[in-house]
């Protein structure tokens, strides 16, 4: 089955540690669908300025993901430049230049609106929700959303909120919107205004799923280099709702799958700057890591005396 995802396709120019980037592809929806494309079709639906070099973008459209809705209009493309320090679960913006990304307006293709499963990627609630009016049906809907607009845009959020089946975001986040200090209440929260289910990205020390009766958990994979952060969580997205199109279950256990091979997406994008590690990717590496965390967590019980 097929993953529609609407978000940003961005140039970024990160410095870690470990090196830089300079005007590499990124975005949300260009993470997302670098991630997911591994495990089933993608559909994604952007704008970049004239500027911006298609041609990069070339390996995700041979990998199957369907560029139909991605619009080129005249102006500059949406730029980030950020630096991340020792501590990479956090970046510091030195300059957001919006572009043409500043007048997005998401316009979905036909051929797009009946698609099965839906993310709506981290852009403004008020273009999330008019992507809501313009699709039909779908099984699964997931949204992302972040810090600036929880500050500025709340009330939308929370109207957002009503019409998903699942939000993603990570801890400071959830605790923000919902004013709960502990994750448990505020994943409870959440759950009261709508969604289904609410994942917290909790960075190097993993992910949690809530449910109405039930918490699954899956620990970050252990690196010894990690090169650049950033599209982690979209690369966790990704893998997430690309491993649930491609089983088509939306059973508790296949949920629970799904966090496993999202958390091995997250882990793979942070090895390499861009997504040119997620290019590289073969899908022996992708089972053999999810295996690696199956390993991770699996325990024998003491037998009773």
């Known amino acids: 089955m097929t993953v529609l995802v609407v978000g940003s396709v961005a140039l970024d120019s990160v410095e870690t540690p470990?090196?830089?980037a300079e005007n590499v592809i990124g975005g949300s929806g260009t993470f997302f669908s670098a991630?997911?494309?591994h495990l089933s079709p993608v559909q994604l639906v952007g704008v970049v300025g004239d500027d911006y070099p298609m041609d990069q973008l070339e390996p995700l459209r041979k990998r199957g993901v369907d560029m139909a809705g991605l619009e080129q209009a005249k102006g500059e493309s949406f730029r980030w430049r950020g630096r991340y320090r020792h501590d990479l679960n956090s970046a510091e913006t030195l300059e957001t230049r919006l572009g043409v990304f500043s007048h997005f307006s998401p316009k979905i293709p036909p051929q797009f609106r009946d698609a099965p499963f839906v993310f709506l990627a981290n852009i403004d609630p008020r273009l999330q929700l008019d992507v809501l009016r313009q699709v039909q049906r779908p099984r699964l809907v997931a949204c992302d959303t972040m810090n600036f607009w929880i500050e500025s845009r709340r009330?939308?959020?929370v109207e957002l909120i009503k019409h998903v089946d699942l939000i993603t975001l990570n801890d400071g986040e959830a605790r923000q919107l919902t004013d709960c200090s502990n994750l448990l209440k505020a994943a409870r929260w959440i759950m009261e205004r709508g969604p289904r289910m609410v994942i917290i990205k909790k960075g190097e020390h993993g992910a949690f799923l809530f449910k109405e009766k039930s918490i699954?958990?899956?620990p970050a994979y252990p690196l010894e280099?990690?090169?650049d952060p950033t599209g982690a969580g979209?690369?966790?997205a990704g893998g997430f709702m690309g491993y649930l199109a491609r089983s088509g279950d939306l059973s508790d256990a296949s949920f629970r799958r799904a966090v496993v091979y999202g958390s091995a997406m997250g882990s793979f994008a942070v090895e390499k700057f861009s997504v040119q590690r997620l290019l590289e990717l073969t899908p022996t590496d992708i089972t053999s890591r999810v295996a690696d965390f199956r390993k991770l967590v699996a325990f024998e019980e003491e037998q009773a005396t």
């Open 234 to 236: 979209d690369s966790f």
């Open 18 to 20: 470990f090196g830089k």
């Open 225 to 227: 280099d990690v090169f």
């Open 216 to 218: 699954f958990f899956a």
């Open 155 to 157: 009330p939308d959020i």
């Open 35 to 37: 991630s997911a494309s």
